[in-house]
């Protein structure tokens, strides 16, 4: 393994960035609009996507980005279950997809990012059954307005955080805690709606369809291996958030329905004495990195970790995988570059090995609103001024570095 050595990825390989409604668009009316973040944010504004998407799709195309994976955001769609579709707010996400189009860049369409229309969430959200057929209904209408346009749907992003934050940690609305039984039926409606809609969009989506959902994996470990309480602890959360999630999804009998898995990958979590250890949960960086911790703003780094789940996924469900997100939030953009060189070349391993990988999206395509933290952590390719009321973006040097692996569809060895 030589240092510096060109890792070529195979060819027809999608780079992308990836966005999602709540987080970039601004001027939505979900459960979040009037949430506020730790830092005193909201996602009224956020980066005005939702009036700049040309713009940042001219931004894509400098990086030389071959792919963009965004959502399209039910809330603006469907005004009551089972309503006609709003035709404007269709033809702004039409014109986006022409937009792409132009510039030659491959959309994966998201249909669930941690939203939902209120009229959803005041029946309950997934936790009622009824929000199943309505879903449905929903996607069928959009499929049918999107046939022939969109040819990779990612149904749901991320269950496992979505369900986690929302009935167990209470960090995203609802804001329920420990209700493990409302976790579980969050994941099975999901799952069944998930079945459902891909059938839906397989068969009546226009040529070669593909669909899957994006499934966060985080390891979960002690940090001393050998206090069982940590062990137990991070088996209970493997267990929780990894397995039960996707054998939900993909296990007997529903295992048809995909015919792609998403991943999104950032790293690992290890406890000590029940603590995670990561900054996201509240510990300092700075402590982390004495320690011999690599984390960025939110989770500690485990690049070979990404060929582990790679190659697991691989040999467990033998389909194409795409990395629907990877990123690092942290002011220090060198740290950004190795840690994204290491992930992938660990990538490339697994790609070596066999593993039928066919895209990566760096997450994100710009600074946004990330959830809890707001405007905190920065995530981007792009900053954003949030300062100032035009909110210009620009390029940083993670972007350009990015823009190289595009373009040449390289990396060189860490
Ligand atoms: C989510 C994104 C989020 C990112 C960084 C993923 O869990 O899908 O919405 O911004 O991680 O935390």
Known sequence: MNPGETLDFPPGFLWGTATSPTQVEG???????????????????????????????????????????????????????FAPLNPNELARYVHLLECLQAKSITPMVVLHHFSNP??????????????????????????????????????????????????????????NKWRLGKFRRVIDHMARAHVKVSRILQQEGGGKIQVGIAKNWTFFHAYKKWLPWDQAMAYACHYTFNKFV???????????????????????????????????????PKTLKKIGFVCDDMVERNPEGLATIVSYLNRKFRLPIYITEHGSASSDEKFRESDLRENLASLH????????????????????????????????LLTVDFEDEKLPRSLKPLGDFYSKICRTNTVARP
């Not at 939505?28 to 996507?49: K, M, P, S, V, Y």
């Not at 980005?65 to 769609?77: Q, V």
């Not at 005041?122 to 009622?128: L, R, V, Y």
Request: net charge positive; proline share 5%.
């Open 27 to 81: 001027h939505i009316e979900n459960e979040w609009t009037q949430f506020t973040a730790l830092d005193g944010g909201n996602c009224r504004r956020a980066c005005d996507h939702y009036h700049r998407y040309p713009e940042d799709v001219d931004w894509m195309a400098r990086l030389g980005a071959n792919a963009y994976r965004f959502g399209i955001e039910w809330s603006r769609l469907q005004s009551a279950p």
């Open 118 to 175: 209120q009229w959803i969430n005041a029946w309950g959200g997934w936790t009622n059954p009824a929000t199943i057929p309505a879903f449905v209904d929903y996607v069928r209408q959009l499929g049918a307005a999107l046939k022939g346009k969109v040819h990779l749907w990612n149904t749901f992003n991320e269950p496992d955080t979505y369900a986690c934050m929302g009935y167990l940690l209470g960090g995203f609305p609802p804001h």
């Open 246 to 284: 996707l054998d939900a999804f993909m296990g007997v009998g529903r295992r048809r329905a995909s015919t792609f898995i998403g991943l999104n990958y950032y790293g690992r979590v290890r406890f000590h004495h029940f603590r995670p250890m990561i900054p996201a949960s509240g510990m300092s």
């Open 349 to 380: 391993g697994a790609i070596a090995e066999a593993a039928d990988v066919r895209g990566f999206f760096y997450w994100s395509l710009m600074d946004n609103f990330e959830w809890q933290f707001g405007y905190a952590k920065k995530f981007g």
